[in-house]
């Protein structure tokens, strides 16, 4: 018995899904010295969003690696078109102690989504318990994982990485594959590159990677930054971790309800808008979002849910994010 | 080395296996399949901790050994919203096994051309209850639907629930203990015969709602239907417009246009054998104005309706309308219409136009009332004449 489940791992990773994809993440040579450390080799860029997707606490790091003399053209209103060949990698990890960022980690998988000429494939790579690998598997898992969080209480999360499928679940558009975060919108803001702090948009710019780069552009607030006004950490908010499913060509449009940043206001966007085919997942509640009532608000009910049947986003989370459920009931009190 | 891996996975699919090596092993097999092959399930109860999905595959068949002997059960479900998920396929086709007690949705299809379920069980084990999940067998934005011999059970919601799809028949089936036992909503043609809905809040419903993609039903015909004993209380979660369905109801059209009622045994409900009403009746503002709230074209007849005297059970807003207002007594008609018309469809006597009627007749106990919901229940009237008329039937659809 416990060699037919290691067979079938060995199964596993001989499976080519079309073109031939590593079944090592190393092979990708996306990282130079030690894998770990996630240290881009020349010619990968890190990257940073201004309001990212709540993945169970989970940091992330991001890296685009174009592919040799292309570059990417700038759109001041979706994501990114990436040309064919295209790589990007998302490492999701925990620090051990949230207060001490720098400190060890563990990193849990690196998703590597790859522009094919057939389009997007998704891929999901996961780190083994020395930290010194990550390894392809189709069928994603599940593990246990352990740290100590902001107020330094120990937290615990069945940390879930998604199976292929489940990949496309959020990255759809139209029934085919896409990015969801790197849009003008989101990485219109400085970070912190190896030669400094630097506009990421104008970096790529300076280094030819993105072309037509817009002097004005648009840029989201951060959802944590409590100096910006409510309405705009609510309209991030929900654009990132909503709107890939809820959009009129995402996964959700059945629903009718959609929290991209354009609806805001409408009842597209759940303004005393009936769910329609919510199930339990209503609460009991008749509406979206009722005006100065978030406990009569289906939003808040379900971003406030870990039951799988009720919980929304649906997929890449187990626990309530606190800190989100708390910006939507402010916002929906403060509307009238 | 592809034949041996073909070998484990069919050794990795055997009982003998652990839940979760099994559980592993048939999601990657739905995600490595190549169009045209043939997924077969092991007979056994299998408990599954996560949905399982297929996406975008052609020409795929997932097969059991049989209803009641492969049984995926998702009762300690941990991860996803329903028990199986198909996405952007084609050529699809489930048959010959059981799901049961899924934290959401049994089976949710969604983007699948040509779907086929076949002898599917999808239950929840526990009794009606609101906290089992929304639907058994959920296709929606699909076209070319058929789902033949299947038996749905328990849905807080609709046992079998097509929303928003194209060409869509569903026969042989049974649906019991689910709020809704069948239901086309916002769906155009649809063909709905020879299934047995009984003990459920409502039999069979055919509705149109507001603020969604595929905006207008229709083209439907529910034919050679046993509907009986449809009289459970109504256990859906509030917020749902099917929560808002009187128990005792055979057969509910909701704003719907071109339905055919016939050749169905409609018996034994104690509120209402075939209700015609339009949006208005669920009392939500439409803010949609693409949308038609109206049922128009619709016609009834040739079914056989029974009902034994007795006032309708007090229980919903429908409840109080029948008891204060509408003032049946014991002696409740069978088929009954709100008469909320469409101005912009009527001729000069303030009536349909012959293409948008609603036309009751040659039912076996036909009993028929118009409620003048219009005019806030006034002129309730018993057996009138309008309804009283034969139009053209609904075309044969695409099956």
Redesign the interface.
Known sequence: ?RY??F??LL??F??QPGPKFPSKLSEYGLFEGELKNQLPHSGVTPYELISPLFSDYAHKLRFVQLPSGKSVAYNPDSVFQFPVGTRIAKTFYYPMDERKPNGSRRLMETRILSHEPTGWVALPYIWNEEQTEAYLE???G?SLVEFKNQQGKKQQV?Y?VP????C??CH?RD?KMTPIGPSARQMNASMQFAHGNENQLDYWSRTNQMRDVATSRPQFVSYIDESASLNERVKAYLDINCAHCHN?KG?A??S?LFLDYRYYGT??YGM????????????????DIVAGKPAES?LHYRMNSH?????MP??GR?IVHQEGVALIREWIKSLN | MKYIFVLLLFIGLSPVMGQAQFEKALQTQLILATDGDVIEVEAGNFQISGSLSLEGKKKITIRGKGMDKTVLNFKNQKTGAEGIKITNCENIILEDLTVQDSKGDLIKTMHVKDIIFRRIKAEWTGGPKPQNGSYALYPVLCTNILIDSCIAIGASDAGIYVGQSKNIEIKNCTAYQNVAGIEIENSIYADVHHNHAYGNTGGILVFDLPDLIQKKGGFVKVHDNLIEDNNLSNFAPKGNIVGKVPRGTGMLILATSNVDIFDNKILNHRTVGVGIISYFMAEIAIKDKEYDPYPTAISVYKNTFERRLGRVPLEGRFAQIYRFKLRFGRNVPQIVYDGILDSTRCGSDGQYLPQHRICVHQNLNQSVANMDAEHDFKNVRRNPKELDCVQEYVKSNQF
């Open positions: 018995m037919l489940g067979i079938l199964g596993l001989s499976y189709v069928a994603g599940t069945n879930v199976n292929v499928n489940q496309k679940g759809e029934g009129p996964p449009k059945s009718g009842t597209a005393m808008k009936s769910p329609v085919a919510a199930g339990r997942g209503s609460g009991g509640l008749q509406y289906i039951d799988p049947g009720v919980m649906e997929l187990s």
